[in-house]
């Protein structure tokens, strides 16, 4: 029953046929060919289906592939400035279509709905500047050594692309990877996480109603191992990006390495806010809430490691814990509520046990810990945002991302230990430090091993005209946005001319 309510909500497009969604390949909605399906269902109210997917095979993805190919060379030979048209038009929907997009997000995903819309507003700033950058795809002239030698480059779209989402930013992470890919003239298949299915096909569909051409992208659904590892390891596919955990990241890495496709990986993190004695203390104790606990601790730029010189640690800490306890948990529909639940039971799980382990390891339990119960609570995925104290380097919650909605408080004695704790840890994604001491600041800059620092500045803010990628374990390849989005989806030629 549970399905048909949201089925309905889609009624309007064709990606459904009573209560099932499906692929999109070639241009039109299809079901997979083995006819099996799998449900995704709202983290808040795990009774509620909220639809059923195709849980594709490795046949429906060759396939899938087989038509990106086909569609290459014709999509290939549209100008830029065509393709940005049609991506500007996709763009307009997105604007047009963001409360009903925000609102299916928040039901798979959890996230609260003010959410939901800050993460489609983000994505439409994306488009428009790679939509920007897109007529940009700038080669170069220069002098050659030779008399009536003429040289130059271009740049060339790849062939096929697979874009690889996860669930945390199911609208905005296919929009930074699936924009850039086809502005360069690159075909496209795309897999969205399996818990935020439908969010994807939306997503699709901007694409369709805006008059892309059929077979340019094609969406499949289903499992990493049937769908995500067979676009990685087919020779056909020449670029995989991929957003996800660093396990799953390598895996991609060691396959693709076999056939040369190249890979744009970003990956995990446990991030540090550093807070010296001089830092503004509202400020700091703000962004810090901000950023560990907002969409439920699963960003993965939150901080999960608040890193406090002791002269600060007290009125941090007393400040950081009243903030959390005073953030109120429940459904992200309801405008009332801060953070929603964790995205489903294996998070769920996941989490619950990264707080006993710090429990059992010794980190002082400030507040949080549980899952929350009650009628509103006991059908969804809801755990307390969560402080921990006295917590250490070596202790697991230190060093592993949890991936939730908890926070890890580190007491150091000075600078250069902060530093050093920030820096000990295998990932290098986001970084933050308040003080208003220029030297320390940009002392911190220079020393942080991460893709992206801040200073005085909440762990995870960007912004699209600046690329965005981790270093060490958090990320590999060219980073996506800014710039480099263009860059990764395009190869080089260079042409020499003897003209006399
Ligand atoms: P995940 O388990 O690695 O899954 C990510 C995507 O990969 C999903 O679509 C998943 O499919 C697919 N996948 C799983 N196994 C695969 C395989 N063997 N081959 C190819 N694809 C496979 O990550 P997640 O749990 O969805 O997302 C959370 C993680 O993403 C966190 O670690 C977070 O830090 C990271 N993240 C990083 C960034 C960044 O920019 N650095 C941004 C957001 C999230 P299924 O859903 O079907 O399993
Ligand atoms: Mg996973």
């Given at each position: ?271 540090p806010t550093v807070v010296l004695e001089d830092a503004?203390?509202?400020?700091a104790?703000?962004?810090t ?14 901080t999960?490691r608040a890193i406090v010189v002791k002269e600060a640690l007290k009125e941090f800490t007393?400040?950081v ?42 980190a ?24 921990f104290g006295n917590v250490t380097s070596n202790m697991?919650?230190a ?8 926070l890890s408080i580190m007491a150091v004695k000075d600078f250069d230990e902060a530093v050093e704790v920030a820096n000990d840890i ?5 970084s933050s430090i308040y003080t208003?001491d220029?030297?320390r600041?940009?002392t911190f800059?220079?020393k942080t ?52």
């Amino acid at each position: 029953m549970a399905a048909k309510t949201v089925a309905r909500a889609a009624e309007e497009s064709a990606y459904t046929d009573s209560e099932e969604f499906k692929n999109y390949i070639g241009g039109e909605w299809v079901k997979s060919a083995k006819e099996r399906t799998f449900e995704q269902r709202n983290p808040a109210s795990l009774s509620e289906i909220t639809g059923i997917f195709q849980a594709s095979t490795e046949e429906d993805t060759r396939n899938a592939i087989a038509i990106a190919e086909k569609a290459f060379p014709s999509w290939r030979g549209t100008s830029p400035p065509d393709r940005a048209e049609i991506l500007k038009r996709a763009r307009n929907h997105m604007v047009a279509r963001t409360e009903e997009l925000a609102k299916v997000l928040t039901l798979e995903n959890g996230k609260t709905l003010a959410e939901s819309r800050i993460e489609i507003n983000a994505a439409i700033k994306e488009i428009e500047f790679q939509i920007g950058e897109g007529l940009r795809i700038y080669g170069e002239t220069v002098p050659t050594s030779q008399e009536g030698v003429f040289a130059y480059s271009v740049r060339e779209p790849l062939g096929i692309v697979g874009v690889i989402s996860p669930w945390n930013f199911p609208f905005n992470v296919p929009s930074r990877k699936c924009t850039p890919a086809l502005l360069a003239g690159n075909t496209v298949v795309f897999k969205p996480a399996s818990l935020t299915p439908q969010t994807g096909l939306r997503f699709a569909q901007l694409f369709i109603d805006a008059g892309l051409p059929p077979g340019v992208l094609n969406l499949v659904t289903g499992s990493g191992k049937d769908v995500g590892d067979v676009i990685v390891s087919d020779p056909r596919v020449k670029a995989v990006s991929f957003t996800g955990s660093t396990d799953v990241g390598r895996r991609i890495q060691q396959r693709a390495a076999l056939n040369l496709t190249q890979t744009q990986l970003e990956l995990g993190g446990k991030n540090p806010t550093v807070v010296l004695e001089d830092a503004d203390m509202e400020a700091a104790v703000s962004a810090t809430v901000l950023a560990a606990y907002a969409c439920a601790g699963q960003w993965c730029t939150s901080t999960s490691r608040a890193i406090v010189v002791k002269e600060a640690l007290k009125e941090f800490t007393e400040r950081v814990v009243e903030k959390a306890e005073s953030l109120r948990v429940g459904n992200g529909q309801d405008p009332a509520v801060a953070m929603g639940p964790v995205c489903g039971p294996a998070q769920l799980k996941t989490i619950l046990a990264y707080i006993e382990k710090g429990k059992e390891e010794g980190a002082k339990l400030l507040t949080g810990g549980n899952r929350l119960t009650g009628p509103d609570f006991d059908d969804g995925c809801f755990i307390e945002p969560t402080v921990f104290g006295n917590v250490t380097s070596n202790m697991t919650i230190a060093q592993e991302e949890i991936f939730g909605p908890v926070l890890s408080i580190m007491a150091v004695k000075d600078f250069d230990e902060a530093v050093e704790v920030a820096n000990d840890i295998r990932f290098g994604l986001s970084s933050s430090i308040y003080t208003h001491d220029l030297r320390r600041a940009l002392t911190f800059l220079e020393k942080t091993e991460v893709g992206l620092a801040h200073v005085n500045l909440p762990s995870a803010l960007k912004e699209p005209q600046l690329s965005f990628g981790g270093i060490k374990e958090s990320g590999s390849g060219i980073p996506e946005g800014g710039k480099a989005g263009i860059e990764f989806f395009t190869k080089h030629k260079v042409a020499y001319v003897k003209y006399r």
